[in-house]
């Protein structure tokens, strides 16, 4: 089991930046994809950003631009800078890993809160 523990979010004015990290409890050498979901009261859990073991990385229409996703995997870490925040970017973001035997994990989350 890969544990995945999320630190960086709180509350941010529109305009500003916050910079989430995921930390996994083994090395991400062992893990194919990591990545950034997120949900928002009354919503499905969307994606935001991933990054595979080859450095492919894939982004939501609506971050592009604005947030960055970044990989270390010295430290068994991934990254999501976020810049440009808006109010609609307001929910609880949860890291993701997907290991080579496609089982998937998942942290507990942090929240993110925009204000206007």
């Known amino acids: 089991q890969v544990q995945l523990v999320e630190s960086g979010g709180g509350l941010v004015q529109a305009g500003g930046s916050l910079r989430l990290s995921c930390a996994a409890s083994?090395?991400?050498?062992?893990?194919?994809?990591m990545g950034w979901y997120r949900q928002a009261p009354g919503k499905q859990r969307e994606l935001v950003a991933v990054?595979?073991?080859?450095?492919?990385?894939n982004y939501a229409d609506s971050v592009k631009g604005r947030f960055t996703i970044s990989r270390d995997s010295a430290k068994n870490t991934v990254y999501l800078q976020m810049n440009s925040l808006k109010p609609e970017d307001t929910a609880r973001y949860y890291c993701?890993?997907?290991?080579?035997?496609?089982?998937?994990?998942w942290g507990q989350g942090t929240q993110v809160t925009v204000s206007s």
């Open positions: 993701y890993a997907r290991n080579y035997y496609t089982e998937n994990f």
């Open positions: 990054i595979r073991s080859g450095g492919t990385i």
């Open positions: 083994e090395s991400t050498n062992s893990i194919h994809t």
